[in-house]
């Protein structure tokens, strides 16, 4: 297999398709050398057939808006890999949305939940309907008439969705609701992210942030650091940015930036309990700005406009918002500034030219579907409550998040360490998602 040759291939077939042909072209450099030692692979052609989704669903989503006014979207299910396990990954609402940026989601989602050593195959799913500014029965609106295209595609054992950008515990009761009047069936299992009191596992709102914390931990552990004290900037102010901002602070780190699409935050003295708690305020009022802490904390959060989180000092970076939202330029601002080591949450959050530069000037640097594996691991173990019809305790939960995630971390130090001690971690989990993929295609046959 070369690399190369794939990428040219791949490249005439899908042109403009950027970030799937970004995410495919990181993975293979990753994982080429450990390939070619395999001519197995190379004969039942495990790398063209994984690399292209299994199916693509596309379909008209047509809703009502609050003035009457009927609005069309496009909705998208991608099911990428199933060798391990049923169709697994979240549904992204973004006006960004194209079937590129669900592909790439989709491929990565695929490693990703090997990596979690769950039986979960990978998938994504979305839409370009663009939650800002809407109001919750528009929202409610959409999901049902999204849910009465999908419901067909999904089940327990077939294909099960959950959460992404622009879609969180509000959106999965709606869809779940639409679900239910539409297959007669009270199957938990076909979407996770649900709610504590409907078969929803506890801590799963937490547990992106939560699992990329305690990677972060084993990261800095094995690099002979502590994060207690550390500065850490981040952005966004979602679902992620709240998990990963509560348990910073638990592990006593202080957040000191946190971003949105119109500026960043600067909170000097680091951010508190209440502001935390007013992260899920901002993101249910569908405003998007993050402007709104520091109109509700005056004199604790400084808002500027048009500034990432890069810009702010920090020892630890966190990228928990969108895909390429890291620049090379802000890989080289952040290095400027001291910081010293940048684990990705969101996926794909940092441009290849930024990873090249950590990775070249000793700033220790993790990837996304390592370190915010925590999410969907939370979600396989919701899976695993709804089969058996239980409901774990928080401690039971958190205790298996943590347990996965510092087996991860050892998964990228067994196969990204390397000659001179140091962990190549984007190598590292690339092969080890990568080889429990590629094992279990090769068991099944030319399929
Ligand atoms: N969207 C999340 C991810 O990127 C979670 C997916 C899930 O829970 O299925 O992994």
């Given at each position: 297999?070369?690399?190369n040759?794939i990428?040219?291939?791949?490249?005439?077939?899908?042109?403009?398709e950027?970030?799937?042909l970004q995410?495919?072209?990181?993975?293979?450099?990753s994982?080429e050398?450990v390939?070619?030692q395999?001519?197995?692979?190379?004969?039942?052609?495990?790398?063209?057939?994984?690399?292209?989704?299994?199916r693509?669903?596309?379909?008209?989503?047509t809703?009502?808006?609050?003035?009457?006014?009927?609005?069309t979207?496009?909705?998208y299910?991608v099911?990428?890999?199933?060798a391990i396990?049923?169709?697994k990954g979240?549904?992204?609402?973004?006006r960004?949305?194209?079937?590129?940026?669900l592909?790439?989601?989709?491929f990565?989602?695929?490693?990703?939940?090997?990596?979690?050593?769950?039986?979960m195959?990978?998938?994504k799913?979305?839409?370009?309907?663009?939650?800002?500014?809407?109001t919750?029965e528009?929202?409610?609106?959409?999901?049902?008439a999204?849910?009465?295209e999908?419901?067909?595609?999904?089940?327990p054992?077939?294909?099960?969705p959950?959460?992404?950008?622009?879609?969180?515990?509000r959106?999965?009761?709606?869809l779940y609701?639409?679900?239910?009047?539409?297959?007669?069936?009270?199957?938990?299992?076909?979407?996770?992210?649900?709610g504590?009191?409907?078969?929803?596992?506890?801590?799963?709102p937490?547990?992106t942030g939560?699992?990329?914390l305690?990677?972060?931990q084993d990261?800095?552990?094995?690099?002979g650091?502590?994060?207690?004290?550390?500065?850490?900037a981040?952005?966004?102010f979602g679902?992620?940015a709240?998990?990963a901002s509560?348990?910073?602070?638990e592990?006593?780190?202080k957040?000191?930036?946190?971003s949105?699409?119109?500026?960043v935050c600067?909170?000097?003295?680091?951010i508190?309990?209440?502001m935390?708690?007013?992260?899920?305020?901002?993101?249910?009022s569908?405003?998007?700005?993050?402007?709104?802490?520091a109109t509700r904390?005056?004199?604790?959060?400084?808002?500027?406009?048009?500034?990432k989180?890069?810009?702010?000092?920090?020892?630890?970076?966190?990228p928990?918002?969108?895909?390429?939202e890291l620049?090379?330029?802000d890989a080289?601002e952040?290095?400027a500034?001291?910081?010293?080591?940048?684990?990705?949450?969101s996926?794909?959050?940092?441009?290849?030219?930024?990873?090249?530069f950590?990775?070249?000037n000793?700033?220790?640097f993790?990837?996304?579907?390592a370190?915010n594996?925590g999410g969907v691991?939370?979600?396989?173990?919701?899976?695993?409550?709804n089969?058996?019809h239980?409901?774990?305790?928080?401690?039971?939960v958190?205790e298996?998040?943590?347990?996965?995630?510092?087996?991860?971390?050892?998964q990228c130090?067994?196969?990204?360490t390397?000659?001179?001690?140091?962990v190549?971690?984007v190598?590292g989990?690339n092969?080890?998602?990568?080889?429990?993929?590629?094992?279990?295609m090769?068991?099944?046959?030319?399929?």
């Amino acid at each position: 297999m070369k690399t190369n040759d794939i990428m040219a291939r791949l490249r005439a077939k899908y042109p403009g398709e950027s970030e799937y042909l970004q995410a495919v072209q990181e993975v293979l450099e990753s994982i080429e050398e450990v390939y070619n030692q395999h001519p197995e692979f190379e004969k039942a052609k495990i790398v063209e057939r994984m690399v292209e989704p299994d199916r693509i669903f596309s379909f008209r989503v047509t809703w009502v808006d609050d003035k009457g006014e009927v609005q069309t979207n496009t909705g998208y299910r991608v099911q990428f890999n199933s060798a391990i396990g049923p169709y697994k990954g979240g549904l992204r609402f973004h006006r960004a949305v194209t079937p590129s940026m669900l592909k790439f989601l989709g491929f990565e989602q695929t490693f990703k939940n090997a990596l979690t050593t769950l039986p979960m195959g990978g998938a994504k799913g979305g839409s370009d309907f663009d939650p800002k500014g809407k109001t919750d029965e528009e929202i409610m609106r959409f999901c049902q008439a999204f849910m009465w295209e999908l419901w067909q595609c999904i089940g327990p054992d077939q294909d099960v969705p959950a959460g992404d950008v622009g879609v969180g515990g509000r959106e999965i009761g709606y869809l779940y609701g639409m679900y239910k009047k539409l297959a007669r069936q009270y199957n938990t299992g076909v979407l996770t992210g649900k709610g504590a009191t409907w078969g929803g596992s506890i801590l799963r709102p937490e547990a992106t942030g939560f699992g990329a914390l305690y990677f972060t931990q084993d990261l800095l552990h094995h690099a002979g650091k502590d994060i207690k004290g550390c500065k850490v900037a981040l952005s966004g102010f979602g679902n992620v940015a709240w998990g990963a901002s509560t348990k910073a602070l638990e592990l006593g780190a202080k957040v000191v930036a946190i971003s949105g699409p119109d500026g960043v935050c600067e909170i000097p003295d680091g951010i508190t309990p209440e502001m935390i708690d007013y992260m899920l305020v901002m993101r249910a009022s569908n405003r998007d700005r993050v402007e709104d802490m520091a109109t509700r904390f005056p004199g604790k959060a400084r808002f500027t406009p048009g500034k990432k989180a890069w810009s702010v000092p920090c020892d630890i970076a966190l990228p928990c918002a969108f895909q390429n939202e890291l620049s090379e330029d802000d890989a080289k601002e952040l290095k400027a500034n001291g910081c010293w080591c940048c684990c990705e949450v969101s996926n794909m959050g940092c441009q290849p030219g930024a990873i090249h530069f950590f990775q070249h000037n000793g700033i220790l640097f993790a990837p996304g579907k390592a370190v915010n594996a925590g999410g969907v691991a939370t979600s396989g173990l919701e899976m695993t409550q709804n089969a058996e019809h239980i409901s774990w305790s928080g401690k039971e939960v958190d205790e298996k998040l943590h347990f996965i995630m510092d087996n991860i971390h050892a998964q990228c130090v067994k196969f990204g360490t390397q000659p001179d001690g140091s962990v190549d971690y984007v190598k590292g989990a690339n092969i080890a998602g990568f080889m429990k993929v590629a094992q279990a295609m090769l068991e099944q046959g030319i399929v």
